[in-house]
Nanobody, 119 residues
């Protein structure tokens, strides 16, 4: 009912930058929080950053000062600007959205994941 499509992953050298983007579509009445998670092999998925509809943000300690999350409520998109990347940032990054559907039911949507590799 809700689709999240991510883009922007890839291979980058340590110290470099990448920008991830995610667009939501479907039976959306409104989107509350949006965020980015990541998972590396052998580890649980962890929150990287989140942003509320009123643009309050929250970051994992490991990315504070390097990553910036932003959203465009009119376009139902969320982005993650990643600077000063480190090899330990290598992971599959997932977009997440807490959505109120047009049926007024709550739903949590996930993107398919995009690989970020820092060498």
């Amino acid at each position: 009912q809700v689709q999240l499509v991510e883009s922007g992953g890839g291979l980058v050298q340590a110290g470099g930058s990448l920008r991830l983007s995610c667009a939501a579509s479907g039976n959306i009445f409104k989107i509350n929080s949006m965020g980015w998670y990541r998972r590396t092999p052998g580890k649980q998925r962890e929150l990287v950053a989140s942003i509320t509809k009123s643009n309050s943000t929250n970051y994992a300690d490991s990315v504070k000062g390097r990553f910036t999350i932003s959203r465009d409520n009119a376009k139902n998109t969320v982005s993650l600007q990643m600077n000063s990347l480190k090899p330990e940032d290598t992971a599959v990054y997932y977009c997440n959205a807490a959505v109120v559907l047009t049926t007024l039911h709550d739903s949590t949507a996930w993107g398919q994941g995009t690989q970020v590799t820092v060498v």
